[in-house]
T-cell receptor, first 113, second 115 residues
Framework: GENVEQHPSTLSVQEGDSAVIKCTYSDSASNYFPWYKQELGKRPQLIIDIRSNVGEKKDQRIAVTLNKTAKHFSLHITETQPEDSAVYFC????????????FGTGTRLQVTL | GAVVSQHPSWVICKSGTSVKIECRSLDFQATTMFWYRQFPKQSLMLMATSNEGSKATYEQGVEKDKFLINHASLTLSTLTVTSAHPEDSSFYICRSIGAPNTEAFFGQGTRLTVV
């Protein structure tokens, strides 16, 4: 089955700096890669996603890049703010929305003033 | 977006008792429901996948007789933790999909504490 690795496990940045979180996946058939933000005790929130036919996608301060050949994808957050502090999960999924979504191990992002 | 309502949001139960968690899709028909478990400071681990009217498919290592899943209607799926033990204490969350190739939605999650 799919295996998703995520690094780093914790990340501390100063407000205004950029944060980068990286993930690798094992199943070359995976073609959908969402990123979730989870605050303590809450459900994960989808913040951005990318499909395998696209190499990069941006939404305001958040961007995701995908290297299908190397089977890795990254989340980039620019101009970080304290409210960006949370746990971020990457995930990978095969064809079809009913396919399993495999999550990475999570990154705890702390944005300090 | 669509709403998946999960109840209860938290529950404390005694060891040996059973707890039922419900997920309702409020404005769409949930054809597929995924149930996840998340231990503190860990990732979401898929427990089982259920399709309306069918038996659930459990992931390796998940006891189907302990974690009973019912998906009898297109708007309701339940997870029952039977004979709960302290090691079952976790955050349980459902994720629901309606029509093919539509977005999936998480419930709010249930914090289960077994004492």
């Amino acid at each position: 089955g799919e295996n998703v690795e995520q690094h780093p496990s914790t990340l501390s940045v100063q407000e205004g700096d950029s944060a980068v979180i990286k993930c690798t996946y094992s199943d070359s058939a995976s073609n959908y890669f969402p990123w979730y933000k989870q605050e303590l005790g809450k459900r994960p929130q989808l913040i951005i996603d990318i499909r395998s036919n696209v190499g990069e996608k941006k939404d305001q301060r958040i961007a995701v890049t995908l290297n299908k050949t190397a089977k890795h994808f990254s989340l980039h957050i620019t101009e970080t703010q304290p409210e960006d502090s949370a746990v971020y999960f990457c995930a990978a999924r095969g064809t079809g929305t009913a396919s399993k979504l495999t999550f990475g191990t999570g990154t705890r992002l702390q944005v300090t003033l | 977006g669509a709403v998946v309502s999960q109840h209860p949001s938290w529950v404390i139960c005694k060891s040996g008792t059973s707890v039922k968690i419900e997920c309702r899709s409020l404005d769409f028909q949930a054809t597929t429901m995924f149930w996840y478990r998340q231990f503190p400071k860990q990732s979401l681990m898929l427990m089982a996948t259920s399709n309306e009217g069918s038996k659930a498919t459990y992931e390796q290592g998940v006891e189907k007789d302990k974690f009973l899943i019912n998906h009898a209607s297109l708007t309701l799926s339940t997870l029952t933790v039977t004979s709960a033990h302290p090691e079952d204490s976790s955050f349980y969350i459902c994720r629901s999909i309606g029509a093919p190739n539509t977005e999936a939605f998480f419930g709010q999650g249930t914090r289960l504490t077994v004492v």
